[in-house]
């Protein structure tokens, strides 16, 4: 890779080494991964009843503060894979039957992920699942080889974005990263099965308080795009994480009546999809970043 990584919307210039943490995601430009294995907490036209055949990548550029998967987001652990490595790790998902590959949060290893999907026969979807912060330009490298995008979008506001991710521009960003997304995937497809076999799902994870931030985020996907094309999910899933003191608005949950309110706010503007109910909050579905399927 270059010297000097531009990759992302952050344009931090670090030298990555192949082997040496740099830049804001704390990665090297080998990718390093904490687990790939079959998974069942995505939305049921991604894990199926056989599961989602999922990467995950350590390190992320975006650094949110409530994180969940914190344990890895920061950049700690995993295990360095080389092109051909991980190359390895896709087939042998693929051979236990899962429904799809799913990269999760590999933007900042867009380069690598790109060279071990070139001449690569799946013969199953490959899912790109992000922050939904990433560059447009970094996107189009993925061309061909992604079947299926699952961005997060998770700011509608700036102010949100910088205090909680130091991302004031990841509105913008995440905007016309979405936009890419659907130019190279089209409106989606799903099988006999009801799997996703193309396209883009759109997810949005509310936040405490944070309900017309929610309701815009709803009504940029019902607006950009041509009804029925993208598939939309509503997480209520969050759950407050360790250091959040700073935060005490974070603190909280997301009550029923909130969720309900904003279930219906996304069947009035006729998006389809998914959603969760307030009982979804628990750490239960984070699974352990182990080294499994390494």
Same mark, same amino acid.
């Given at each position: 890779?270059?010297v000097f990584?531009?990759?992302c ?7 990555r ?5 740099a830049?804001i995601?704390r ?5 390093r991964?904490?687990?790939?294995a079959?998974?069942?907490g ?13 990467v ?5 550029n975006?650094?949110c503060?409530?994180?969940?998967n ?14 051909s490595?991980l190359?390895d790790?896709?087939l042998?998902?693929?051979d236990?039957?899962v ?17 071990a ?9 490959v ?5 939904g912060?990433?560059s447009v ?9 992604v079947?299926?995008?699952l ?10 974005a910088r205090?909680? +991710?130091l991302a004031?521009?990841? =509105?913008?960003? $995440?905007?016309?990263a979405i936009?890419?997304? /659907?130019?190279? &995937? #089209?409106?989606y497809?799903?099988d006999?099965?009801g ?12 936040l405490?308080g ?10 940029f996907?019902a607006e950009?795009?041509?009804e029925?094309?993208v598939?939309f999910?509503?997480?209520s ?22 969720n ?11 998006? +389809?999809?998914?959603w969760?109910? =307030?009982?979804? $909050? ?6 352990? /970043?182990?080294? &499994? #399927?390494?």
């Amino acid at each position: 890779m270059d010297v000097f990584c531009n990759d992302c919307p952050r344009q931090c210039r670090a030298k990555r080494d192949s082997d040496r943490p740099a830049g804001i995601c704390r990665s090297p430009s080998l990718p390093r991964v904490a687990r790939a294995a079959p998974h069942f907490g995505e939305e049921p036209c991604i894990s199926g009843t056989k599961g989602s055949g999922t990467v995950f990548f350590t390190g992320c550029n975006l650094r949110c503060v409530f994180c969940q998967n914190r344990e890895i987001s920061r950049g700690q652990g995993g295990e360095l894979l080389t092109v051909s490595q991980l190359r390895d790790v896709m087939l042998r998902l693929r051979d236990q039957g899962v429904h799809n590959i799913n990269l999760v949060t590999g933007a900042h290893f867009v380069r690598p992920i790109a060279q071990a999907l070139e001449g690569l026969d799946l013969e199953i979807p490959v899912v790109w699942n992000s922050s939904g912060y990433e560059s447009v330009e970094s996107l189009r490298r993925l061309e061909g080889l992604v079947q299926v995008y699952l961005p997060d979008f998770k700011y509608w506001k700036s102010d949100l974005a910088r205090s909680y +991710s130091l991302a004031e521009d990841y =509105p913008g960003v $995440a905007a016309a990263a979405i936009k890419e997304m /659907f130019r190279q &995937t #089209g409106p989606y497809e799903l099988d006999v099965e009801g799997l996703l076999r193309r396209g883009v799902l759109i997810r949005h994870l509310i936040l405490p308080g944070q309900d017309l931030n929610a309701m815009d985020v709803i009504d940029f996907a019902a607006e950009e795009f041509p009804e029925g094309s993208v598939l939309f999910s509503l997480m209520s899933q969050y759950t407050p994480m360790p250091g959040l003191e700073r935060f005490p608005e974070l603190l909280g949950r997301v009550d029923a009546e909130t969720n309900q309110r904003l279930i219906a706010y996304m069947e009035k503007r006729g998006l +389809s999809g998914y959603w969760q109910e =307030p009982d979804a $909050a628990t750490d239960e579905m984070i699974p352990a /970043f182990d080294g &499994t #399927g390494l």
